[in-house]
């Protein structure tokens, strides 16, 4: 049973613009969610995470909202760059050392 | 240092080879894991060593073998494996009870 779900296999956004990544989830014990990056024959790298306690968590052009009523979260790349073409992962845990991935968005940024 | 590396990077293997995979680690965590990562997929938990002790299995074939001889290192032996085990094996490393996981490179694995 898949507890994290992203359900958009891919994205392609104009340089510039924004990208919206989205991510639901159905454990509602989770606190703590991470975005990870990854570019193709390379591990996942962290980008940004957000708290249970928190709805905004921003880090420069990387913004993550969280709704937990909704039980989603999704993150915002402001202006995207061609550079940030890559799968984005969206991850979930509730502290006890075990992460739960989403499937996967691979975001391409169009010069 | 900030780094989880793994070596090798690459590695072929016919089906009666033995070969192991490794990990290290410097930041201190005392939580680390085994994931294998198929293509367009995301990692799929293996293994988890807690305190250098073995906590979570996640069903894993016995053609499996991890091993944490001390904190900063995670081993996984490699026997008799099937070409479905092509994947790149992912290391990662977090403080107990931590929320971040920091990834290694990864590992290339191809069962020939």
């Known amino acids: 049973d898949q507890q994290v779900k992203q359900n958009s296999p891919s994205l392609s956004v104009q340089e510039g613009r924004i990208s919206i990544l989205n991510c639901d989830y159905t454990?509602?014990?989770?606190?703590?969610f991470l975005w990870y990056k990854k570019y193709p024959a390379e591990g996942p790298t962290f980008l940004i995470s957000?708290?249970?306690?928190?709805d905004k968590n921003e880090d420069g052009r990387f913004t993550v909202f969280l709704n937990k009523s909704a039980k989603h979260l999704s993150l915002h790349i402001v202006p995207s760059q061609p550079g940030d073409s890559a799968v984005y992962f969206c991850?979930?845990?509730?502290?006890?050392?075990?992460?739960?991935f989403g499937t996967g968005t691979s975001l391409t940024v169009i010069p | 240092d900030t780094e989880v590396t793994q070596t090798p990077k690459h590695l072929v293997m016919g089906m009666t080879n033995k070969k192991s995979l490794k990990c290290e680690q410097h930041?201190?965590?005392?939580?680390m894991y085994w994931y294998k990562q198929k293509a367009k997929k995301p990692p799929e938990l293996m293994f988890v060593?807690?305190?250098?002790?073995?906590?979570i299995n996640e069903s894993v074939p016995s053609r499996f073998s991890p091993e944490c001889p001390n904190s900063s290192l995670l081993n996984l032996h490699l026997h008799a494996l099937q070409p479905e085990d092509s994947a790149l094996y992912l290391c990662?490393?977090?403080?107990?009870?931590?929320?971040?996981?920091?990834f290694g490179p990864g590992t290339r694995l191809t069962v020939l």
């Open positions: 990662a490393s977090s403080p107990i009870g931590g929320d971040e996981q920091f």
């Open positions: 454990n509602s014990m989770f606190d703590y």
């Open positions: 957000i708290s249970s306690i928190k």
């Open positions: 991850a979930a845990t509730n502290t006890g050392n075990q992460f739960y």
């Open positions: 930041m201190g965590h005392r939580a």
């Open positions: 060593y807690s305190y250098e002790k073995l906590s």
